[in-house]
Structure formats: structure tokens, C-alpha cells
């Protein structure tokens, strides 16, 4: 009897884990698998993944955004390396190199890097007398995936004293990352 309600158990746990629904987003021509109480909302090609909110007192939203470019005559590495060492230092105030590396995703391959930058936002009625100015250090997890003719931008945001809550679950979600052509 303990053997069946241990089976049984180990089949509802694995059953939960799988249950999660794929989300396509077919002008982008990829799919990922959002975690359980993570929320997805699309823009065109863009997709956004939202971290549950950790209430009034949480500022910052933690997401991740899926995007795509064209791709087309550019390797991986140089456009990891256009980001890496053009785009990013121009766009990010505080652009820091936390960590980088390469991966396989789904048989495809990747570049990544963890970066920290200076950011400003409005808290709406932050203080007693209406919005504030927010500033913060944050960090990003950021992939470059190429399949085919296109290049599939993956970028994840948080605080930097909340990233190593965060790294794990972006990673997972990152993962289920498949390029539909």
C-alpha cells in the first residue's frame, strides 16, 4: 500500500511539472514554457514573462522579454559581440560584465552574458505626496539565440540583490525556448 500511494504521489508531482502550457507567439516564430504563476503578455513579436508580484513594497517588475531580429549573414559571436561590447555600453548607464558563457538550447546554440546597469523608475504614489523617482542597480540575463535567418534576443531584469532569486527560474523558463520556423 505505501509502494501505490508513493507511485501514485510521484505521478501527481511529475504530472503538475509537466502541466504547464507552451506559449507561442507566432509573429516572433518561437515558443517557451512559462513557470506556474509567472504571466505572459505579447506585443507583436515581443513577449513578456512576469515574475509573481511580491507586493505594494516590490517596485521593479521582474521579466523577462523575448524578441527577434534579422539575422541574416551575421554569425552568433558577432552579434553576442556587437551587444556585448557597442550596444549595450551605449544603451545601459553603469554597464558592468558580470559573466558570460555559451550554451546549447534545444539543440540550438547560444551566447549569454550577466550584466549590471544603473536604472531610474516612478513608483506611482510612493510617497504621501504622489510618485516618486526610484533609482537602482539591476541585473540582466541576457541570451543571443540564432536558428536560420533570424536572431531571437532574450533578455531577463531584476534587482541586483534579488538576481540570485531570480537566475534559476529565468534559466528554466530560457530553456524551454524553441524557435518555430
Known sequence: MTRLFLFLLVVLISADAVSQKKFANGEGHYSFVPLSGWTTRTDGSESYVYAPADGDMDPWDEKITFSTSLGEGVELNDAFDF????????LYSGFKIVDQGSEQINGVPARWMTFTFSAQGTAAGGTGSGDSILSATLQALFYVVKKGDS????????EKSLFARFDSPFRTIIRTFRAEE
Open 83 to 90: 551587444y556585448l561590447n557597442t550596444d549595450f555600453p551605449e
Open 151 to 158: 536572431l531571437y534576443l532574450i533578455n531577463g531584469v531584476t
